[in-house]
């Protein structure tokens, strides 16, 4: 099993980005997916999931309204598409596996994933 993050790059204040992540070794459409992040000198964040069913999203109050979280079953590939970008953005972005009969979608819990990507880095910055 693995999930590869990118997307990541610099980009100005009220930017666009579109993270990636791109599973192999099982079945994208079986399992609620989600994306983290950590800042410099903070904890790691749940920022969206999306449920199996593809139905459930969730959004941290933080990135309401600005990301959407979207799966691509037949690529099995799921997307974090920012706008609006802020500086207090700036963070390395982790795509997580929710752990099966434990995860659930609204629930972002880091410690209900089985498995991480290993991120890619976010700066929002003039």
């Known amino acids: 099993v693995q999930l590869q993050a990118s997307g990541g790059g610099l980009v100005q204040p009220g930017g666009s980005l579109r993270l990636s992540c791109a599973a192999s070794?099982?079945?994208?459409?079986?399992?609620?997916l989600y994306w983290f992040r950590q800042a410099p000198g903070k904890e790691r964040e749940g920022l969206s999931c999306?449920?199996?069913?593809?139905?459930?999203?969730y959004y941290a109050d933080s990135v309401k309204g600005r990301f959407t979280i979207s799966r691509d079953n037949a690529k099995n590939t799921v997307y974090l598409q920012m706008n609006s970008l802020k500086p207090e953005d700036t963070a390395v972005y982790y795509c997580?596996?929710?752990?099966?009969?434990?995860?659930?979608?609204?629930?972002?819990?880091?410690?209900?994933?089985?498995?991480w990507g290993k991120g890619t880095l976010v700066t929002v910055s003039s």
């Open positions: 999306i449920g199996s069913s593809d139905i459930d999203t």
């Open positions: 070794g099982f079945t994208l459409g079986y399992f609620h």
């Open positions: 997580a596996r929710g752990r099966p009969h434990v995860s659930s979608c609204p629930r972002l819990r880091d410690g209900e994933m089985d498995y």
